[in-house]
């Protein structure tokens, strides 16, 4: 059973460019959560998304970014018109729908770097 | 609000040594708790869930304890090595909810 994956693993964009964050999740899994972590800081929890449905976007930044997950395919979290602060290590996570610990299984992250 | 504090935030010691890694949360409604590891540049490692009815886990060198009154969890390195060296995160899953609030982590470096 392959893990999460994430893609690419690094990406760097320039000012005002749009970044495209992909998140598979493991087979059978279908709750997704996406984290950031700036450099030197714990990760922080922006969105909780399951199949075709936002469940939760209260961490998400209120402009540029958005999050889908469609019936078909990965995980998308887009950020438009990226600026230098949105340079951080992406992680996403999945679950299945039904578990006795919650317990997350995380990918090994997307590095954005903004130029 | 829950917030999850790690300390110390670095730790430098000799091979062999055993050592303890602090956490902390604020607010003891919390339904699991769990221990990363992070290497530099990588994702993360899931060591040990520690779940709400349970008071400890291990695994191998490695034991993690949770005192939901107190409001911490320990995870205990015995015989440590240069390998464990990495940054040590853990996170708390709240009550009815699904998001993991991570602290900072703890940075540890095991000197040959």
């Known amino acids: 059973n392959a893990g999460v994956m994430q893609n690419p693993r690094h990406l760097v964009r320039r000012r005002g460019q749009e970044a495209r964050l992909r998140c598979s999740p493991m087979?059978?899994?279908?709750?997704v959560y996406w984290y950031r972590q700036l450099p030197e800081e714990g990760l922080k929890f922006m969105v909780y998304?399951?199949?075709?449905?936002?469940?939760?976007e209260s961490g998400m930044p209120k402009e540029r970014f958005s999050a889908e997950f469609p019936k078909e395919g990965p995980s998308i979290l887009r950020i438009q018109q990226v600026v230098r602060g949105d340079s951080a290590a992406y992680f996403c996570?999945?679950?299945?729908?039904?578990?006795?610990?919650?317990?997350?299984?995380f990918g090994p992250g997307t590095r954005l770097t903004v130029t | 609000k829950q917030e999850v504090t790690q300390i110390p935030a670095a730790l430098s010691v000799p091979e062999g040594e055993n050592l303890v890694l602090n956490c902390s949360f604020t607010?003891?409604?919390?339904?699991?708790l769990q221990w990363f590891r992070q290497d530099p540049g990588k994702g993360l490692t899931s060591l040990l869930l520690?779940?709400?009815?349970?008071r400890e886990q291990t695994s191998g060198r490695l034991n993690a304890s949770l005192d939901k009154s107190s409001g911490r969890s320990t995870l205990y390195i015995a015989a440590s090595q240069p390998g464990d060296s990495a940054t040590y995160l853990c996170?708390?899953?709240?009550?009815?909810?699904?998001?993991?609030?991570f602290g900072s982590g703890t940075r540890l470096l095991v000197r040959p």
């Open positions: 996170a708390a899953y709240m009550d009815s909810s699904y998001k993991l609030i």
């Open positions: 996570a999945s679950s299945p729908y039904v578990s006795e610990t919650y317990e997350q299984y």
């Open positions: 087979k059978g899994h279908s709750h």
């Open positions: 607010d003891s409604a919390i339904y699991n």
């Open positions: 520690i779940q709400s009815s349970q």
């Open positions: 998304l399951q199949k075709e449905n936002i469940i939760d």
